[in-house]
């Protein structure tokens, strides 16, 4: 689904990603695990068309999209759930899922504002709340919720799990294994190692913006070096 080769990014002249490489079947559930500035949320940015400057090779669902337009990735069914959220907060729940709206896909889930009220049924008892007038956990729902009314064939969350309480952040588990059973190819970026193992299938671990592992999740649960070294605090 999705295949990143030699991926370099540039903030400025600062050299922030190197090489990095990264694949994604369909189906799956990865984790792009590192510390805070490890360059997961530049990756991301990347594979989307967000950063000036990038090299590389980024092939989504058998379309080389290394130079493309951020729109036209999007469009093609790549869906980015940013770190800092974005939901118009002058907007209600309803309305912001509609500003997500895209025709149905072949190959993809099709999600309505119904389907995504079952998934997160925090969001259905508020269905005409401004997005400003929202916790913090409410709007990352809506978040993912706006990003699946693209009904995208992929998803990049960033830092699902950042700031939520420990029930919301469970929640939000069960909402993305929901999404996995769906077909849906996922890869989320996160610190949290507990939240990644309820969730995912692999990992890949950045490190001062290069790959030092990459493997499944049981591969890295048996190299506690490569924990203690590149993950914990």
Not at 65 to 72: C, D, F, K, L
Not at 108 to 121: E, K
């Amino acid at each position: 689904m999705l295949e990143v080769g030699a991926l370099n990014g540039w903030y400025g002249p600062a050299h922030i990603l190197s090489d990095v490489d990264l694949d994604v079947g369909t189906g799956d559930v990865v984790a792009l695990l590192g510390r805070n500035g490890a360059g997961k949320s530049t990756t991301f940015k990347a594979i989307v068309g967000l950063l000036g400057k990038r090299t590389g090779h980024i092939v989504f669902d058998g379309r080389d999209v290394s130079t493309a337009s951020t729109h036209a990735i999007v469009r093609a069914g790549l869906g980015y759930v940013p770190e800092d959220r974005r939901i118009f907060t002058e907007l209600s729940v309803m309305e912001n899922l509609e500003v997500g709206r895209q025709p149905p896909r072949a190959d993809a889930p099709t999600w309505t504002p119904d389907r995504l009220f079952a998934l997160f049924p925090n969001l259905a008892e508020m269905r005409n709340r401004l997005g400003g007038r929202m916790s913090g956990g409410e709007q990352q729902m809506l978040t993912i919720a706006r990003t699946l009314m693209g009904n995208p064939r992929l998803v990049l969350l960033d830092e699902p799990s950042e700031g939520l309480a420990p029930k919301i952040v469970e929640e939000m588990a069960h909402a993305i294994l929901a999404m996995k059973r769906e077909g849906l190819s996922i890869v989320i970026s996160e610190q949290n190692l507990h939240f990644a193992r309820l969730i995912c299938d692999r990992a890949v671990i950045l490190e001062s913006g290069r790959v030092r592992f990459s493997g499944t999740i049981a591969e890295l649960e048996a190299r506690p070096e490569i924990r203690d070294a590149y993950l914990a605090l």
